[in-house]
């Protein structure tokens, strides 16, 4: 069967293939391989800088960019090349090593240290720091941009809709009223905070061989500062250095990125069930498409499709994202393979992840707000000024206030404006009271929520 889009197993290969080809450069065989290619190269080149190690020659300008080419003009059929060597190895990082020395042989001057290729190096010194990089430049390049892109709307939407009242719902039930700028602020404000934790995940890297202690360094060169050397290469490459590791990097932080993308991940899934059941309300209306078709035999239907399909993609991202977040910091003493498998899926789990930010977003593309409708379930919601009603009553030390509206208002549907004036009324409070407990309406009772709405800054 030919390879295609029609018989990709994963639907991210297949059905959804353009929604998720800004995270092939980072997560596909052929980025890791480029990520792998990069660090080979780097570590090269500071070890030729490295005057103590003097038989690390210096390089020349002309092959400093001939090994920078390497990197950026790195192509499939280079990656191709990169697997036929790895099909007679039968190890990827080894593959890596012997393809870049046979793009070097012709070079003088790298056959002179040709040998500093894959230096003292452990296949896990070049595998942690290009999955370090992937997770790190495809978190700030694609998935942050992605994410401010949702909040920014949301942000725009709480402030527009700031002051337009809705009726709450708690339990299902009718509630105190507040408004639909308040509630978009309200996911606004938690994206914000999870948006936050994610960008400030460090990563960790390392570069210290078989089992973390510099042994193969130290026999090689026993006089030079191995530690500082690990450490400098580390963070100059934007990544932090973790002094302490077996002979892999421990996972620690990037299980920690990932519960960060899991946590926001949560908070849009819940975004996403309370903006499908404002639309069962007609709270929202969905701006239609001329060809579009909402069901194959009800030509009546718009369906909320763009939210369900973000709720389905959320939840399998975070069931990958919290299993590796789980099993990556986990290996038996000092090295066991589990992790090199599961590492494979991180693209998988931000697939679907990103998958789920653009079908949000294309929901909040179409949604528009039907003021009839809010304004139709608050007239017939009046039962919820017993909150003031008895608030107020407390205030002026009245008995029983809350029992006595509990007795006028729990359980009977349809009460009305003329029932809760004249129990006003009936009440010994001052007529000023009176006169304010009068003129409250449902979409009146809102507390500051408008206030709390247009406080949400663009600012995070």
């Known amino acids: ?171 299902g039930q009718a509630a105190t009223p507040t408004t639909v700028g308040k509630e978009l602020a309200n996911f606004a404000y938690r994206l914000q905070r999870g948006r936050r934790r994610l960008a400030q995940v460090a990563i960790l890297g390392k570069i210290n061989g078989a089992v973390g202690n ?25 990544l932090q250095f973790n002094p302490y590791t077996t002979q892999i990097e421990p996972h620690d932080t990037v299980a920690e990125l990932f519960d960060a993308y899991a946590r926001i991940n949560t ?41 369900e399909n973000s709720e389905g993609n959320l939840g399998i991202a975070n069931t990958l994202l919290r299993h590796l977040s789980e099993k990556l910091p986990i290996s038996r003493w000092q090295r066991d393979l589990t992790d090199s498998t599961a590492l494979r899926n991180m693209g998988v789990a931000l697939g679907h992840t990103l998958l789920a930010y653009d079908s949000c977003s294309r929901g909040l593309d179409k949604l528009e707000i039907n003021p009839g409708r809010l304004e139709e379930d608050l007239r017939n919601a009046w039962e919820v000024l017993a909150e003031p009603i008895q608030t107020v009553m407390r205030r002026h030390g009245m008995p029983d206030s809350y029992e006595r509206l509990k007795e006028l208002t729990r359980g009977k549907g349809g009460i009305t404006q003329d029932a809760l004036h004249q129990f006003i009324d009936s009440l010994a409070l001052p007529d000023v009271e009176k006169k304010r407990l009068r003129e409250m309406r449902p979409e009146t009772y809102l507390g500051n929520a408008a206030a709390l709405a247009r406080k949400i800054s663009t600012e995070y």
């Open 1 to 171: 069967m030919n390879s295609s889009f029609l018989t990709a197993l994963s639907p991210l290969d297949g059905r959804y293939h353009g929604k998720v080809d800004a995270l092939r450069p980072y997560f596909s065989e052929l980025g890791l391989i480029r990520y792998r290619v990069q660090l080979e190269i780097e570590w090269l080149k500071a070890l030729s800088r490295a005057s103590a190690i003097a038989e690390a020659l210096p390089l020349s300008p002309d092959t400093l960019a001939q090994l920078d080419a390497l990197i950026t003009d790195f192509s499939e059929r280079d990656g191709e090349a990169v697997k036929l060597i790895e099909a007679r190895t039968n190890h990827d990082v080894k593959a890596v090593e012997y393809w870049l020395r046979k793009q070097l042989t012709e070079n003088a001057e790298i056959g002179r240290i040709e040998q500093f290729i894959h230096f003292a190096c452990t296949s896990e010194d070049i595998n942690n720091l290009s999955h370090g990089l992937m997770l790190m430049h495809s978190r700030d390049d694609i998935m942050l941009p992605a994410l401010d892109n949702i909040i920014g709307r949301l942000v725009r939407l709480a402030h527009e809709l700031a002051a337009v009242p809705m009726l709450a719902r708690t339990h």
């Open 214 to 238: 510099y042994n193969a360094h130290l026999a090689a060169y026993p006089d030079f500062g191995w530690e500082k050397f690990a450490q400098d290469f580390v963070e100059k490459l934007g």
């Open 267 to 307: 908070i849009l899934l819940d975004f996403n069930r309370d903006i499908w059941g404002y639309i069962s309300l007609a709270y929202f209306k969905q701006k239609t498409r001329k060809d579009e078709v909402g069901s194959s035999t009800m030509p009546h239907k718009v369906n909320p499709i763009d939210f």
